[in-house]
């Protein structure tokens, strides 16, 4: 069984793409705490999560939720375009019968509007990723010195000054 924060974030997920009749809050939440899942999470913000009995351990912050939630999204409507394209085509696209009328969305329309949100979500997704890791990223040293000033010696032993003391 997840835990709180995981199936509220499945109802989030759920909200955001429509609350779908045919993908209930439970799948997604099983999608959630599935390894493959997981492990492209782990891919992107260098982290290394695990599933122990069902839970995400450590715990997701609200950053980490963020980019779970666009993956799963992006995700949804990738299937989506799949579903659509690889199914058998309607072939009409409007009936008419005296003074009724009906008009049936075109299934190549309807895979261009998922294939539309998917790059949009994808997008996002990549510059909240780069944020994130910029964000949580280790100082680094541009001078050659460490974390406490003091002098590591790379800049003379195995730089561009190399030779110059002797």
């Known amino acids: 069984m997840a835990c709180a924060y995981l199936t509220d974030l ?12 045919d993908t209930p ?16 999470l782990n891919s992107l913000t260098a982290n290394c999560f695990t599933i122990v009995t069902g839970d995400i351990l450590p715990a997701l912050n609200t950053d980490e939720q963020g980019i779970y939630a666009l993956m799963y999204e992006a995700d949804f ?18 009936l008419r019968d005296g003074d009724s009328t ?25 510059v909240i990723v780069a944020a994130y890791r910029q964000s949580n990223a280790n100082a680094r040293s541009v001078d050659y010195y460490n974390q406490n000033n ?7 032993n195995g730089g561009f000054m190399q030779g110059a003391r002797q």
């Not at 809050?25 to 492209?40: C, D, E, R, T």
């Not at 409507?77 to 409007?94: E, P, S």
């Not at 009906?102 to 990549?126: F, G, H, W």
């Open 77 to 94: 409507y990738t299937r989506k375009v799949n579903i659509l394209m690889n199914g058998t085509d309607i072939a009409w696209t409007t």
């Open 150 to 156: 003091n002098w590591n010696g790379n800049w003379y």
């Open 25 to 40: 809050v439970s799948y997604i939440q099983s999608k959630l705490i599935s390894a493959p899942f997981l492990g492209k």
């Open 102 to 126: 009906i008009t049936r969305s075109n299934i190549v329309d309807q895979a261009r509007l998922y294939r539309d949100m998917q790059k949009q979500l994808n997008d996002q997704l990549r």
């Open 10 to 21: 499945a109802t989030n997920i759920w909200n955001d793409i429509g609350q779908p009749t």
